[in-house]
């Protein structure tokens, strides 16, 4: 099975619209991250390096990863959810 996750950070408005457009689809695991990356802990850091999301995430909000694929910002990823309904 596809593993998909959106990284998401706190108190940012496209995070949030992007979480509503997926809030029906259990096949996606949601990451939240604070705003501000000084308060991101051990594990987060690790999560954010390991799937290379890290430096997408310093600029922009949010990013589904999809395998190793992503998708960045919120009309590419909502684009993306209307390519792909089941």
Same mark, same amino acid.
């Given at each position: 099975? &596809?593993?998909?996750?959106?990284?998401?950070? $706190?108190?940012?408005?496209?995070? &949030?619209?992007?979480? $509503?457009?997926?809030?029906?689809?259990?096949?996606?695991?949601?990451? &939240?991250?604070?705003?501000?990356?000084?308060?991101?802990? $051990?594990?987060?850091?690790?999560?954010?390096?390991?799937?290379?999301?890290? $430096?997408?995430?310093?600029?922009?909000?949010?990013?589904?990863?999809?395998?190793?694929?992503?998708?960045?910002?919120?009309?590419?990823?909502?684009?993306?959810?209307?390519?792909?309904?089941?």
């Amino acid at each position: 099975m &596809t593993e998909r996750i959106l990284f998401s950070l $706190e108190n940012c408005i496209k995070c &949030t619209k992007t979480k $509503e457009l997926i809030n029906d689809k259990n096949d996606i695991k949601i990451i &939240t991250f604070p705003h501000d990356i000084s308060g991101w802990n $051990e594990k987060q850091l690790f999560d954010a390096k390991s799937h290379d999301v890290f $430096e997408d995430l310093q600029k922009t909000a949010p990013i589904l990863w999809l395998d190793g694929d992503k998708k960045v910002g919120y009309l590419r990823i909502k684009k993306w959810l209307q390519d792909n309904k089941k």
